[in-house]
Each structure stands twice: as C-alpha cells, then as structure tokens.
C-alpha cells in the first residue's frame, strides 16, 4: 500500500492504494466520491470520465498513484460554489439530457472538458467529441442540445428528432 495524495475539486485529499488501484476506484472507494461512475472497467463507456491535470481522462485508464500529486475534477466538483446547479448541469436537466443518469456524470465532465476546448461547437464538434461516452438511454440528441444550450448557442432541431 501506498499513501497517495491529490487535490480534488480543489481540496486536498490523499488515501491508501495499492500500485494496482484503478483512479476510478480510489475516487470511490477511498474519497467517498461516488459520482464517478464505473461501467465497463475497459475505456469503452466513458462514465468514469473526470480531468487530472486540466485533461480529460477515463479513471479507469489510470492507477490512483499515477495521479498522485496530481489536480482531478470530478462531478463533485462541477456545481456552483452555492451549491445550484452550474450551466452544463442545468442544460442537461433542462434539454432532457439524461434518462437513467449512468452516463450523466462522464457526459457532463466530457462537456465541460469540450467547452473549455472549444466554446462554441457545432453538432458535428459534440457528436465527435462524445465518441468515447456511451449512452444506452437517450439517443444522444437531448444530450446535444444540451451541450449547444450550455455554450449558449441556439438550440435547433437536431438531426433524427
């Protein structure tokens, strides 16, 4: 076992893993932050999605250790200091964008990570950059919109509504 240390949502936070322990893991298992959501364990589905470092990362891609030292966002972090929801959260809540909600924690830190990138995409930019976040629920078009609401661009009909 090892301790490792980072600073999540912009708080210090550290805890025991062996070299072996998934990010994703240690984010739950260890902090407690379960809004980082494990489905495939093999990079396929992107729900584990969080940023280390400013970048866009699967948690389960990385050991807990590689990130140590290191600054992560996680879906924790993403809502207004008083606790509302933040524009990308509330895009999503307001354009349907979720159905079950699995996918919603990796959707919403891949949009952010999009945004940051890119203020103003088109549908073609998002459907792109979506292409390692799966979604079995909605289809992807909410999902869409929301994202083209939270960059504040109109919000058209998208293709096969």
Same mark, same amino acid.
Do not use: W
């Given at each position: 076992?090892?301790?490792?240390?980072?600073?999540?949502?912009?708080?210090?936070?550290?805890? #025991?893993? !062996?070299?072996?322990?998934?990010?994703?893991?240690?984010?739950? !298992?260890?902090?407690?932050?379960?809004? /980082?959501?494990?489905?495939?364990? $093999?990079? =396929?589905?992107?729900?584990?999605?969080? %940023?280390?470092?400013?970048? =866009?990362?699967?948690?389960? $891609?990385?050991?807990? &250790?590689?990130?140590?030292? *290191?600054?992560?966002?996680?879906?924790?972090? =993403?809502?207004? &200091? #008083?606790?509302?929801?933040?524009?990308?959260?509330? *895009?999503?809540?307001? %354009?349907?964008?979720?159905?079950?909600?699995?996918?919603?924690?990796?959707?919403?830190?891949? &949009?952010?990570?999009?945004?940051?990138?890119?203020?103003?995409? $088109?549908? *073609?930019?998002?459907? %792109?950059?979506?292409?390692?976040?799966?979604?079995?629920? /909605?289809?992807?078009?909410?999902?869409?919109? *929301?994202?083209?609401?939270?960059?504040? =661009? !109109?919000?058209?009909?998208?293709? &096969? !509504?």
């Amino acid at each position: 076992m090892m301790k490792v240390t980072m600073t999540v949502n912009g708080k210090s936070m550290s805890g #025991d893993a !062996e070299g072996r322990t998934l990010l994703s893991t240690f984010l739950r !298992e260890e902090l407690g932050l379960t809004g /980082t959501h494990i489905g495939c364990d $093999t990079s =396929q589905c992107g729900a584990c999605t969080v %940023h280390v470092n400013g970048k =866009q990362v699967k948690s389960c $891609t990385m050991f807990a &250790a590689e990130a140590d030292g *290191a600054e992560v966002a996680t879906i924790e972090g =993403q809502a207004n &200091a #008083d606790g509302s929801l933040n524009v990308i959260q509330q *895009a999503f809540q307001d %354009h349907h964008g979720l159905q079950c909600g699995f996918c919603t924690p990796g959707m919403v830190m891949a &949009a952010a990570s999009l945004l940051e990138q890119n203020p103003k995409p $088109t549908e *073609a930019d998002i459907r %792109h950059h979506l292409e390692g976040n799966i979604c079995r629920c /909605t289809g992807y078009h909410n999902i869409v919109k *929301a994202i083209l609401a939270a960059s504040g =661009q !109109e919000v058209p009909a998208v293709a &096969a !509504e």
